[in-house]
Structure formats: C-alpha cells, structure tokens
C-alpha cells in the first residue's frame, strides 16, 4: 500500500496528532516520497492535521487540484501502526470552494475532530518612558 506515495511530492499542514511532522516526513521519505514545506505546482498530496481550516496552504491546494488527504488517510498509505482513533476520515474539503484571493474561507467539513486548534500565544509588550530634566 505504500506505493501510494512513491515518487509523489507531499505537504503536510496543521497540527498531527498521531506523529510529529519531522516523523510523518521522514515516514514519508522512507517510502519514496519528497516532503516540501509549501503548496507549489509540484505538490501531489498534502496531508491535513488539526486546525487546517482557512489556512493558505489548503487553499493553494483546493486552487491547484492537489490532492488533499486527513492524517488517517496518510498512516494508511504508509502502513503506520499507530492509533488512529481520534483522526478523521473524512477528507477535508471547503464548504464553499474556496480559492479566492484574500477570501475568507469557510470552516472544514472535517467530522470526529477531536483536536482543537492550537491557540495563539499573547505577545508580551514592554514600554519603556525616559524623562529628561533640564536645568
């Protein structure tokens, strides 16, 4: 089953919840493929994790025609023997097409999503104010 990926060029995007993504790359790579870190006219596949919804590299994706797989379906096609449970199977997809530029995009249909999206840390802001007496 891991031919799926042989000689194909793989993106991987949003949190995974079953590997870390130098895991999933090296996985990957062991099985033929080239891992690229951005959606380009060359990526085939790009494999989806947790809080991928509006997210450029989707939409570059769905405006390319690049094949758009959820993490469960990528352990599949490597044989990846890990618990599965909490991903979906379900292949994300915009509700609305999506693909404009500067367009806001709609929520993924992604069902059995367990994970939520990883939250923004708050910037930590510092003012400094100098006074200067003149006699």
Same mark, same amino acid.
């Given at each position: 089953?891991s031919?799926?990926?042989?000689?194909?060029?793989?993106?991987?995007?949003g949190?995974?919840?079953?590997?870390?993504?130098?895991?999933?790359?090296?996985?990957?790579?062991?099985?033929?493929a080239?891992?690229?870190?951005t959606?380009?006219?060359k990526?085939?596949?790009?494999?989806?994790?947790?809080?991928?919804?509006?997210?450029s590299?989707?939409?570059?994706?769905?405006? +390319?025609?690049?094949?758009?797989?959820t993490?469960?379906q990528?352990?599949?096609?490597v044989?990846?023997?890990?618990?599965?449970?909490?991903?979906?199977?379900?292949?994300?997809?915009?509700?609305?097409?999506?693909?404009?530029? +500067?367009?806001?995009?709609?929520?993924?249909?992604?069902?059995?999503?367990?994970?939520?999206?990883?939250?923004?840390?708050?910037?930590?802001?510092?003012?400094?104010?100098?006074t200067?007496?003149?006699?």
């Amino acid at each position: 089953m891991s031919t799926t990926i042989k000689d194909k060029t793989i993106c991987f995007t949003g949190a995974l919840s079953t590997q870390t993504r130098a895991q999933a790359s090296k996985t990957a790579k062991g099985y033929g493929a080239k891992v690229g870190s951005t959606v380009t006219g060359k990526t085939n596949i790009l494999v989806c994790g947790a809080g991928t919804e509006g997210t450029s590299k989707l939409i570059q994706a769905q405006s +390319k025609g690049v094949e758009i797989w959820t993490e469960a379906q990528f352990n599949t096609a490597v044989g990846a023997d890990v618990n599965t449970t909490s991903a979906s199977t379900t292949t994300p997809t915009m509700s609305d097409g999506g693909g404009g530029k +500067k367009k806001k995009a709609a929520s993924l249909d992604v069902v059995g999503s367990s994970t939520p999206p990883p939250k923004k840390k708050a910037r930590k802001t510092t003012t400094t104010t100098t006074t200067t007496w003149y006699s």
